[in-house]
């Protein structure tokens, strides 16, 4: 059973940066497609980025792009998240989810993950 933890929310001012960082045990990430997700209060969970199992292959949506860079490193089992020039409309609770096989399914799909963390909160205020 995979154990994912995010850290390295927190609270930030509009232009600001964050790195957030996904930590797994349990399982190795060896294998594993990581997506960050993101949820803000009375919305519903939105994909965020997406990196395959052996990091060669990213993705974001359009809102992100050029701001939000996704990185991994299988070696210590770690996925990070930066977010550089932080708007007002980024706040949300950060997750991410680890999927062994995506069975043609889009990664932007929640139900397409097997194992999720618990969320690091974001908050970008002036």
């Known amino acids: 059973q995979m154990q994912l933890v995010e850290s390295g929310g927190g609270s930030v001012q509009p232009g600001g940066s964050l790195s957030l960082s996904c930590a797994a045990s349990?399982?190795?990430?060896?294998?594993?497609?990581i997506a960050w997700f993101r949820q803000a209060p009375g919305k519903e969970r939105e994909a965020v980025s997406y990196?395959?199992?052996?990091?060669?292959?990213?993705d974001y949506v359009e809102s992100v792009k050029g701001r939000f860079t996704i990185s991994r490193d299988n070696d210590k089992n770690m996925v990070y998240l930066q977010m550089n020039s932080l708007k007002p409309e980024d706040p949300a609770v950060y997750y991410c989810a680890a999927r062994f096989l995506s069975y043609g399914r889009p990664w932007t799909l929640s139900h397409a993950y097997d194992y999720w963390g618990q969320g690091t909160q974001v908050t970008v205020s002036s």
């Open positions: 349990g399982v190795s990430l060896n294998g594993y497609a």
């Open positions: 990196i395959n199992s052996r990091g060669g292959n990213t």
